[in-house]
T-cell receptor, first 114, second 114 residues
């Protein structure tokens, strides 16, 4: 029962490098999203997608790109990493049509930008 | 937009005591208030939620209360156990289905000591 799987769990980058955080879910959820978690700031929404081919910006989208070519995958790309992007990143998903509201989170990816 | 404040940021209780975490929100259009628990090294997990047409909801040792007039809601944990030690997040959104509008509080680290 995999749920939401994030890779890598840990990553260290140098300023200006690029990388992709991977997120995959096996629950056939239409909605997927990326959050960043910083001390004293809670969880802030970066980007989200309501289905394959559809993405939209959240509260803090600058410096990040996303795409949704399949229902299962929702990668988050950092094109030119900055120290301000040091954070723990969480992917979350949920069914498209639901009345429960529950978000299912992955275990997180800790990114350090030097 | 919505602003959710959460207090305290840290809370230490002895095993068997009760713990209370409080949140206030600013947007009167918010009607859905979930609580998530994040254990060390894991992603957040929904533990209980409440909707605006209900003043209180209980699930075993956990209860949530909502005061819409005052715009605040609280999480109550009774008979605390060591496994309750975690970070707890409150959140608010207009409806359960609007995950992209979910605003999180800044989190409370609960430590249950023996």
């Amino acid at each position: 029962n995999a749920g939401v799987t994030q890779t890598p769990k840990f990553q260290v980058l140098k300023t200006g490098q690029s990388m992709t955080l991977q997120c995959a879910q096996d629950m056939n959820h239409e909605y997927m999203s990326w959050y960043r978690q910083d001390p004293g700031m809670g969880l802030r929404l970066i980007h989200y997608s309501v289905g394959a081919g559809i993405t939209d910006q959240g509260e803090v989208p600058n410096g990040y790109n996303v795409s949704r070519s399949t229902t299962e995958d929702f990668p988050l790309r950092l094109l030119s990493a900055a120290p301000s992007q040091t954070s723990v990143y969480f992917c979350a998903s949920r069914p498209g049509q639901t009345n429960t509201g529950e978000l299912f989170f992955g275990e997180g990816s800790r990114l350090t930008v030097l | 937009g919505e602003n959710v404040e959460q207090h305290p940021s840290t809370l230490s209780v002895q095993e068997g005591d009760s713990a209370v975490i409080k949140c206030t929100y600013s947007d009167s259009a918010s009607n859905y208030f979930p609580w998530y628990k994040q254990e060390l090294g894991k992603g957040p997990q929904l533990i209980i939620d409440i909707r605006s047409n209900v003043g209180e909801k209980k699930d075993q040792r956990i209860a949530v209360t909502l005061n819409k007039t005052a715009k605040h809601f609280s999480l109550h944990i009774t008979e605390t156990q060591p496994e309750d030690s975690a970070v707890y997040f409150c959140a608010a959104s207009p409806f359960p289905g609007t995950a992209s509008k979910l605003t999180f509080g800044t989190g409370t680290r609960l430590q249950v000591t023996l």
